[in-house]
């Protein structure tokens, strides 16, 4: 307490002297560090050349290590992290950090070969078999006028009212990394898509390799280029009449997989495949859908009856609010006499189709009702990594304007995905981590950098997590090294 003439002034916190001393978050640098080493991205990426500036590896390493915590990526916030001369000299960087502008550029031009270099390295280095791949497709928004590839079309984010890229994302099953991103513009269909994701894997895939994709990529002429290029696929289907006359010309005819899940086997076109599935969970999972639309209906309808006995206008909602039309609305109650628990059944069976709980899997391989099931509810690996992108490496939003920008940015954001792919891939117990959490734990490994008085500075490492010992393959915190750019790093060893 701080008193002054017998009388109690408050609660004075004491608080040193000003000083220059710099603390940094150097946890996401450790782990681009060490990824862009071990798979050569940064001999590869400093072979784009560039006259003057500084190398664009380090420059993209600054760029992936901040979008791993930043919400967006923005040369402006970049600049704010990076104006103290010791979290500059941290990154190795000399130039003006706008030239990270030039950078997202080039290395958008080179997109394709940047992603082909990593999934040439995972293969080649790393084992990494590709013996089935999931192929998924998303929409990215921009806060920016539409233009080139930049347009308007269907928002997964429910956001219509913004231009989008849509993006296309290749996983492999058994290591779970990401082994091909495609970017085309937001108004391409996820089944035009198709050719572009599919054509930049195909190099990598074995002669036996399985492609798995949802329904909205799904066309005759996708499936009849897999089965000429001779790759297996499971993909799933929307029923149609043909399965309504089916299913019920075999009402007798599922066969039992669990207390769940049972199936029929129907022969598709051209000798493939066709399964349809019944859950059990799924269909009362619809059906509790309808039950909660009925009764929200039920009780829009009373209230609506209500404001009309007593001689009210109805909300604008069950009304034309437009001053230029004259519209006459009429409006009829015909559940008569029902009690609210009858006419919420009333209205269920009308929404009931039949089709609840059923769905179809399609294949042009020979595999059974099991294995088809275990490899489509496998695809959520992508569904996932898609998530890691939207929430936990928060790629937008973004406000690039040029195609070559435009493809850097989702660049940038997938090799941050890649760099805590790879963690996850190669240290297994960190496999069940998700992306937010990993981006929390190497937030929290710092650096301060100390200036002394003698004009020396001295450097101080702190929290080291298990995650940060794991990139430096030490068990305990050996001595940082003493000067930025010699290596603190061990590379990955599988």
């Known amino acids: 307490m701080y008193r002054r003439e017998g009388k109690t002034d ?3 916190a004491k608080i040193p002297r000003p000083n220059d001393n710099a603390t940094m978050r150097m946890g996401n640098k450790a782990l681009a560090d060490a990824v862009f080493a071990s798979t050569g991205l940064d001999v590869f990426l400093d072979g784009l050349k560039r006259d003057q500036g500084d190398s664009v590896a380090k420059e993209v390493i600054a760029l992936v ?12 916030r970049l600049d704010r992290v990076l104006e103290s001369d010791a979290v500059r000299a941290e990154y190795s960087l000399t130039a003006d ?6 950078t997202v550029e080039r290395i958008g031009r080179g997109s394709d070969d940047i992603v082909r270099h990593l999934g040439s390295v995972l293969k080649e280095t790393y084992g990494v078999g590709m013996g089935t791949v999931f192929m998924d497709w998303t929409s990215m928004y921009f806060e920016a006028p539409a233009g080139g590839i930049v347009r308007f079309g269907y928002s997964r984010d429910h956001r219509p009212d913004r231009p989008q890229v849509t993006v296309g994302l290749s996983i492999d099953k058994a290591s779970g990394m990401p082994v091909g991103l495609t970017v085309m513009p937001g108004n391409i269909l996820d089944v035009t898509h198709f050719e572009e994701t599919f054509g930049q894997i195909r190099p990598l895939l074995p002669d036996d390799a399985m492609v798995v994709f949802d329904n909205g990529a799904y066309s005759k002429d996708n499936a009849a280029l897999l089965d000429r290029e001779g790759y ?4 799933r ?3 149609n009449a043909s399965d309504d006359r089916f299913v019920a010309a075999h009402a007798d005819g599922w066969a039992r997989l669990d207390d769940n899940m049972s199936f029929m086997l129907a022969k598709g076109n051209l000798g493939r495949k066709r399964f349809i599935f019944r859950s059990e969970k799924l269909k009362n999972d619809v059906l509790a859908r309808y039950r909660r639309k009925a009764e929200r209906d039920y009780g829009e309808m009373t209230e609506l009856r209500a404001a009309l006995d007593k001689g009210k206008r109805p909300r604008k909602k069950h009304r034309n609010s437009n001053c230029f039309v004259d519209t006459r609305l009429q409006y009829q109650f015909p559940i008569g006499e029902m009690t609210r628990e009858e006419a919420v059944e009333h209205a269920v069976r009308h929404m009931t189709s039949g089709r609840e709980g059923l769905f179809v899997l399609l294949t042009n391989r020979e595999l059974t009702a099991p294995k088809v099931l275990e490899t489509y509810r496998s695809r959520n690996a992508a569904e996932t990594a898609f998530r890691d992108l939207k929430h936990g490496i928060n790629w937008r939003p973004a406000r690039c304007t040029s195609p070559d920008a435009v493809r850097g940015r989702v660049l940038i954001s997938f090799l941050a995905l890649f760099c805590m792919s790879m963690l996850r891939f190669l240290r297994p117990e960190f496999r069940t981590k998700t992306a937010e959490s990993i981006s929390e734990e190497l937030g929290s490994f710092a650096l301060t950098v100390e200036e002394r008085g003698d004009g020396t500075k001295r450097r101080i490492w702190s929290n080291f997590t298990p995650i940060i010992r794991s990139i430096l393959g030490r068990k305990a915190p050996d001595p940082a090294p003493k000067a930025p750019g010699t290596g603190p790093l061990d590379r990955f060893n599988r």
Not at 97 to 102: E, G, H, L, W
Not at 232 to 235: A, E, I, K, L
């Open 232 to 235: 297996g696929f499971v993909t």
């Open 97 to 102: 950090a706008r030239s990270v502008y030039r």
């Open 65 to 76: 290590a901040n979008s791993m915590e930043m919400t967006g990526l923005s040369v402006n």
């Open 10 to 12: 408050g609660i004075r």
């Open 237 to 239: 289907q929307q029923l």
